[in-house]
């Protein structure tokens, strides 16, 4: 039975779960890092709040991994859009994506400018997803009046229709396949 100075602390992560108890009385927690070795008296260091790693080696849980690996994609996506154009976007990339979930949400029409905030891309990017989206007959181009290469995307009339994104994304690669 634990005291009331006690705390059972359950860290679940991904596929990996840790289970630790925390006393305010007790001694804290060591990284479970088996190289880790910068601590008190040359033992591994304390971690915070029940964590299984101490600071220096957050780098080695699982979530943390999974988002870096989110990131880099993205990053790495964005940079081939940038140097490949209409002909680098892909439709199950999470920048096109969020493109469509963005105008979904929005009721069916924002403008490019406004995307490239949103989604901090830049105006080449922003266009080649249009264009592509356009392409495959998803949204609608429409050029503005005053400002060269923007304008706004439409969403098309089925996809704005769809109850959940989830009919969205389906209806939205049958467009896709329909016309390529």
């Known amino acids: 039975m634990l005291s009331k100075q006690q705390v059972i602390c ?3 992560y991904a596929e990996y779960e840790h289970e630790s108890v925390i006393s305010k009385r007790s001694k804290p927690n060591h990284c479970q890092l088996a190289t ?9 260091r304390a971690t915070r709040e029940g964590k299984p790693f101490c600071t220096e080696h957050l780098d080695h849980m699982p ?11 993205h990053e790495n996506y964005i940079a081939s859009v940038n140097l490949g154009g ?26 490019i400018a406004r995307f490239m905030r ?3 891309i830049v105006k080449k990017v922003a266009l080649a997803q249009g ?3 356009d392409n ?5 181009f429409i050029p503005a009046k005053r400002m060269k290469g923007l ?19 389906m209806r939205a690669e049958e467009l896709a396949s329909d016309r390529h």
């Open 86 to 111: 209409v002909d680098a976007v892909r439709l199950d990339a999470e920048l096109t994506r969020w493109m469509i979930s963005e105008l979904w949400i929005n009721e069916g029409e924002l403008n």
């Open 118 to 120: 949103v989604l901090m």
């Open 63 to 73: 979530y943390y991994c999974e988002v870096r690996g989110r990131i880099e994609r």
């Open 131 to 133: 264009l592509f989206l």
């Open 151 to 169: 304008g706004n995307l439409k969403l098309v009339d089925s996809l704005v229709e769809c109850k959940d994104m989830e009919e969205v994304f």
């Open 136 to 140: 495959k007959k998803i949204v609608t």
């Open 36 to 44: 880790c070795v910068e601590g008190v008296n040359g033992g591994p």
């Open 10 to 12: 359950k860290v679940r």
